[in-house]
């Protein structure tokens, strides 16, 4: 079918969505979760718009989902006061609790969690547009994550139950909280980013202030009885609003401990300036990105235009790790276009819940203007639109655009689409590509394509002091959440996995003592009687 009358029906008319999928009524949220208890927000609401339009007649209307709370300062700042009492400056009852306690709560939180896949599955699809398999995979992921660390603390306090004895002083050493963390997630996984800090943040014994991302808000309401009924009040307190005029004003207050934050780099340096006492705030961040993906000469094509079609495509490109510029050797350039062309001709575009569907609507507003905006500025300056239909919009559709030949003097070669844009840059001399990379404002993974050892060895060489993941002959990606998680300048600070999370969110205390009679039997009686939950050699199984 030729690519206008694609999208021409693209937009569906509401009688045209499968049962199981119709939007139903709107959600008045007026709920915010504050020291265990659902406070009713009485104050200005923000309308939740789905990405989805509905075809009523020549009309296309967005899809009205809801509305979320609209919070001024004055109510952000009830959360971080019962942050700060649950915390209760390290001695209330959630920092002090024994490890296995903690794990209870947090499988207890799970137990409620899966019971609500499906109306989040629901509005992860309505709310950012994500597809249903895509939807589906995160919140199983999630839930996966959250096993995944609950058996990482099981093993880390296994190793911490015993005691080390080194020239003569005996001791044992624990990881303990550090405070009041402030969780934020981004729009494009508003469950699973948020959750890969919220839940190990929680665990470690810290308190939480939550703020949803600024797209993905209602489908956190579904979870908000399970946070309430599964911690003691006040340990996650769940509040809506904007950034600058709720978390502008926690971290100005000193109060945060713990900053964790995925977004952009503008926004967390904004945010960290806030802060008034910099050495007590220990930040997890994971910021913007413009992961390159390097085609060699001697390379498996098929392969390298597979994975960069998901690589840059996946979710619209609306992923951290996508790749955002491609740069392909100049001998096999021509092929690599055709080939990814053809690819890209068989992505269907559609709505999220149908079958197959791989390119859906984008949730920001003004986004496929901006979109709009580097595809001119590219053209403009000597690029070419080379797919048919690339860079078509129809409201808040943007057909992807394969852009070549792509050079320096435009916008995107530097800038993050973070959207469906595949700029290419053709290459003869690999020091263009490696100074492109050293360069670079950031640092998070790069792809190389590539069959020769000697050639892919030197690059690996090249880049391993410049990224944080070099993925050979495939797409660059989180997973599996095992593996560390981070980057270099601009682009993250601290390294998440699961195992690296548990750390990011805590901090070791040693207690220590002369290895000597009177001590050991001080330490052995402490143990013996249960005097305290630090000193202990209890297994967890
Ligand atoms: O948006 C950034 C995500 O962490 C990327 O995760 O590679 O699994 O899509 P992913």
Redesign the pocket.
């Known amino acids: 079918m030729p690519q206008a009358s694609r999208l021409e029906t693209l937009f569906p008319t509401l009688e045209q969505i499968p049962q199981t999928w119709q939007p139903g009524p709107a959600i008045e949220q007026r709920e915010y979760l504050v020291d265990g208890i659902l406070e009713s927000w009485s104050g200005p609401l923000a309308p939740v718009r789905s990405p989805v339009c509905l075809r009523e007649g020549e009309a296309l209307q967005p899809v009205i989902l809801g509305s979320t709370p609209l919070m001024d300062a004055d109510t952000a700042m009830t959360a971080l006061d019962a942050a700060v009492r649950a915390y209760d400056r390290g001695q209330g009852a959630w920092p002090t609790m024994r490890v296995a306690e903690r794990i209870r709560h947090v499988e207890q939180f799970l137990k409620r969690m899966r019971e609500q896949r499906e109306p989040v599955v629901r509005l992860l699809m309505w709310e950012i547009g994500k597809n249903l398999k895509d939807s589906e995979k995160e919140f199983d992921r999630t839930c996966d994550y959250i096993v995944d660390t609950i058996n990482a603390l099981k093993e880390l306090d296994r190793r911490s139950s015993r005691f080390e004895l080194e020239q003569d002083v005996l001791g044992q050493i624990r990881r303990v909280p550090l405070g009041v963390t402030l969780c934020m997630g981004?729009y494009?996984?508003p469950l699973n980013?948020t959750f890969t800090t919220l839940i190990p943040a929680l665990i470690m014994g810290n308190t939480v202030v939550f703020k949803p991302a600024k797209f993905g808000v209602l489908l956190i309401r579904p979870l908000l009885e399970a946070f309430r009924d599964s911690f003691p009040a006040g340990v996650i307190n769940v509040i809506y609003g904007r950034g600058r005029e709720t978390v502008s004003a926690l971290m100005a207050t000193g109060k945060i401990d713990v900053f964790a934050f995925?977004g952009t780099n503008k926004a967390a340096s904004d945010l960290k300036k806030l802060h008034p006492r910099p050495h007590r705030l220990r930040a997890a961040l994971?910021l913007d990105a413009k992961n390159p993906g390097i085609v060699l000469k001697d390379v498996d094509l098929d392969n390298a235009v597979n994975e960069s079609i998901t690589g840059a495509l996946?979710?619209n490109g609306?992923?951290?790790?996508a790749l955002k510029i491609l740069f392909v050797h100049e001998d096999v350039v021509q092929p690599f276009l055709e080939k990814f062309q053809a690819r890209l001709a068989q992505l269907k575009p559609g709505m999220p819940w149908e079958p197959g569907v791989a390119l859906t609507p984008l949730p920001e507003p003004g986004k496929t203007d901006y979109l709009q905006g580097l595809v001119a500025d590219a053209v403009d300056k000597g690029a070419q639109v080379v797919n048919e239909g690339g860079g078509e919009v129809l409201q808040s559709f943007f057909y992807p655009a394969l852009l070549y030949p792509v050079t320096p003097a435009m916008r995107v070669y530097h800038e993050e689409q973070f959207g469906p844009v595949v700029p290419v840059v053709a290459y003869n001399d690999l020091q263009t590509v490696i100074d492109y990379v050293l360069d670079s404002d950031y640092g998070q993974q790069l792809s190389l394509f590539g069959n020769d050892p000697a050639e892919v060895g030197r690059l690996v060489d090249a880049f391993a002091n410049q990224v944080g993941r070099i993925n050979i002959n495939a797409q660059?990606?989180?997973?599996p959440d095992q593996y560390p998680?981070n980057g270099r300048k601009n682009s993250a600070e601290g390294t998440l996995s699961v195992h690296d999370a548990l750390r990011v969110f805590s901090i070791r205390t040693l207690v220590a003592t002369r290895f000597q009679d009177s001590n050991k039997t001080l330490v052995s009686d402490i143990i013996r009687n249960r005097d305290s939950s630090f000193l202990t050699t209890d297994y967890i199984f």
């Open positions: 981004p494009n996984y980013e995925i994971g996946s979710f609306q992923r951290c790790t660059c990606q989180r997973g998680f």
